[in-house]
């Protein structure tokens, strides 16, 4: 009997439509932007999809110290704003969990910022953070903290700033959501045990809660580090990676090269050298989830 | 096969009419009973009131208008260029805009061979050959956009500050006639935070086309005829000593730096800004007690020119254009004439809008004054003057491209990061591989 009509053939039979599905949604983009990456592929003049020019648009690239500036930036915007995210919606959810009239109501309050489109929350803090008729600088003059307006979207680091405070404000929620279902989860068991025992709410937390929460954690953080890594259209609108290019970051960066410069090659070529910094994140957090999750069980 | 040679008959015989009839100045919109037009149009609410004349068209013609797609003009920008790429161009009138133009290749066609030559005469003629690419016209344009400026006229007319700034320069207080007096009077005029003199757009497009605009009214240009890019001369240097002295002296909001149109706009209706050189689009914002604070003593003055003497009269225009692939051209054709004929340029230009038709220039102002609404009489009056000497960008596929190295070069300069040969240095040997790339500078 051949193998396709053995029973051991079913399995694969069964997920021939997902596979299909899948190759033709993933792999068939992923292998064209490849190819294209090797070549001058220039938007508005299709012929050009089968230049092939080798290696150039990645020679060009490694030697591009805007590309690798706007790397580093954006690993260090990452690992700022997935840090304190993951501070503020740990110590939201905690407060959440604690309360017992109306959590729900208040879990849903607690989600509206997700619920925003990013474009919009680029235009709200845009507006918010404008150095002449912007809140924020009118809020402070008015409590007479300052007297000179303060340019928030073009001081270096004062510009970064506001772009990390307005990912924080979106998506904290997520991450909230996320720790919130872990302490759900958690049984009462130990705790209960413990303040028998005598410990003190911080040891109770540090010992037990932290630790039963760490596989949430991780895969909060996984989830979030290839969204945040892929933040475009806030930054796009705050500051479009000004001013001097003090505020660009990988993707604001590709966009502009691929879509207005329509130099797709290079976009591409920029795309696949930066998942490198997906593949290692996504690396370093899954092999955490792992080791926390043996410790869950219990194990140590 | 019938259909095309029933087409090519009712066009002979339009043609044979209009030559038979030169002296009647009628253009035959043509009948199309049955036939369905596909367009893609821009979006936002000071473009779609005009579409609200699509149904007379429709009745005239017999044909039915189907928009496509309506969005604002990158994500349109975005989509045509999506389309080109594909290969599905599927609709017949899309529309255009004098600065996007070039990107596009051969995607329009030339519009000369279609629309008799009585007809185009209507329009302004500067207007219509920045309309041109290569030599081809491959747009109708509809509204134009120059710069001008507009003043707070309290300030100026305060005989406080006429008397200081007489004894401190030696000269009446005025609408600046020169860049170096605009510069002059923002510094004059800020006291911040209260109020600044002015503010400029300080990124994307909208910094490269200033610079530009300051630039060729010293004298210089972006590119020499062998698209050699030439912006780094001594003309550039001063150009962007022009933003660096404003942002300097504290003359502009900090902020300006990131500022776009809407940020200016706002800050100018807010009464934050002495002057402001910005789009004619604004005078019904400006001038509406409801949305500004100056709407009371709002002045208007043509732009200020350059140490060349020249205006820099940057602008652009939005227009329609007509795809090779379309497969009634003629019904594209007459649809782009009529939504830029006569009625259709006065519905524009009553909103504020500049129109493109010589004509409708006196019609508009007759009826602004008829109808009380004198602010904008005086501003087209103001605004027509500097028509003639508007320019577009450099014409050529590259502009985009070359715009997104120059911004952050200028940006760089005024926060003091580099100075204004180095920035504009780099930015000139990035420009030149671009446009050795593709092929124009050898």
Known sequence: MSFWRSPRATPYLLLLPAIIVILGVVLVPLLVSFWTSFTGYNLTKPATLFQFVGLRNYQRLLGNDDFWWAFGRTIVFITITLNLEMVLGLGLALLVNKITWGQRTLRTIMMFPMMFSPILVGFQFKYLFNDAVGLINNALFDLGLISQPIPWLVDGALANFSIIVAEIWMSTSVFAILLLAGLMALPKEPIEAARVDGCNPWQVFRHITLPFLMPFVYIAMTIRSLDVARAYDMVRIMTNGGPAGRTELLWTLMTRVGYQNSQMGMANAMGYVSIILSIVFTFYFYRKLVGARTFMGGAQ | ?442
Request: one cysteine or more; charged letters at 20%.
């Open chain 2, 1 to 442: 096969m019938t259909r095309n040679l029933l087409n090519a008959l009712m066009a002979t015989c339009a043609l044979v009419a209009l030559g038979g009839t030169a002296q009647a100045q009628e253009f035959d919109y043509g009948k199309f009973d049955g036939y369905t037009l596909k367009v893609k149009l821009i979006g936002g609410t000071q473009y779609e009131k005009l579409y609200t004349r699509i149904p007379e068209w429709e009745a005239l013609t017999g044909a039915k208008v189907e928009i496509v797609s309506s969005k604002n003009h990158f994500d349109l920008d975005r989509e045509i260029k999506q389309d080109i790429a594909s290969g599905s161009i599927t609709w017949c009138v899309g529309s255009n805009h004098t600065s996007f133009a070039p990107q596009y290749g051969d995607l329009y066609i030339d519009l000369k061979e279609m629309v008799p030559q009585a007809e185009l005469d209507k329009y302004v003629p500067g207007t219509l050959a920045s309309a041109m690419v290569d030599g081809r016209l491959v747009q109708l344009p509809r509204v134009t956009d120059v710069s001008n400026l507009y003043y707070r006229k309290s300030l100026y007319e305060s005989a406080e500050n006429q008397a200081k700034y007489k004894e401190q320069f030696g000269v009446d207080l005025a609408p600046p006639k020169t860049f170096d007096e605009f510069k002059q009077q923002a510094i004059f005029f800020a006291a911040p935070p209260d109020i600044y003199g002015t503010a400029f757009a300080g990124k994307d497009e909208g910094l490269t086309g200033r610079f530009m605009e300051i630039l060729r009214a010293n004298g210089g240009d972006m590119f020499d005829e062998n698209w050699k890019p030439i912006f780094n001369s001594p003309e550039g240097v001063a150009a962007v000593q022009w933003f660096k002295d404003l942002y300097d002296a504290k003359a502009v909001p900090a902020g300006t730096v990131n500022y776009t149109w809407d940020d200016i706009g706002q800050a100018m209706a807010a009464g934050q800004l002495a002057i402001d050189l910005d789009w004619p689009g604004w005078a019904g914002f400006f001038s509406d007690p409801a949305s500004s604070k100056v709407a009371s003593e709002l002045g208007f003055a043509v732009s200020p020119v350059g140490t060349s003497g020249k205006r820099g009269g940057w602008s652009g225009s939005h227009s329609f254009s007509v795809t090779q692939q379309c497969d009634n051209k003629e019904a594209a054709v007459s649809f782009a004439v009529f939504l830029t004929n006569d009625e259709s340029e006065m519905m524009e230009a009553q909103a504020g809008n500049l129109p493109t038709r010589t004509k409708t220039f006196i019609e508009v102002v007759e009826w602004f004054k008829a109808n009380d609404k004198q602010h904008l009489a005086d501003m087209f009056a103001v605004w027509q003057q500097s028509l003639s000497e508007a320019r577009t960008p450099p014409l050529v596929a590259q502009w985009i491209e070359v715009s997104n190295i120059i911004w952050p070069a200028v940006q760089a300069a005024i926060v003091g990061e580099k100075t204004a040969q180095e920035a504009l240095d780099g930015a000139a040997a990035e420009a030149t591989v671009i446009m050795q790339d593709a092929g124009l500078l050898q």
